[in-house]
C-alpha cells in the first residue's frame, strides 16, 4: 500500500468519524428533548420506545466513531504519512 493509498483510507475514516461522532451526538440531543418532552405532558408509550431507540441507536454509533477517532490520531502520530 503506498503512502497516498494510506494517507486517502486514514482521511475517509477520519470523515466517517466525523459523521458518526455527529450522529450520535444527535440521537443523544433527540433522546434529551423526547424525555424533557415526556416530562412536560406524559409519557406515552410510543414516546419511551422513540426515546429507548435514540439511545441505543445512538450508542451503537457513537462508541465505534469515537474509538476509530482515536485510533486514526494515534496512526497518525505513530507513523506520519508524508
Known sequence: MS?????????RI??????GQRLGYLLYLAAAALFFTGFATSFHSPLVTAIIVCLLVGSLVLAPAIIFS??????DREEPVR
Open 70 to 75: 482515536y485510533a486514526v490520531r494515534a496512526a
Open 3 to 11: 503512502a497516498d493509498d494510506l494517507a486517502a483510507r486514514r482521511r
Open 14 to 19: 477520519a470523515q466517517m468519524t466525523v459523521f
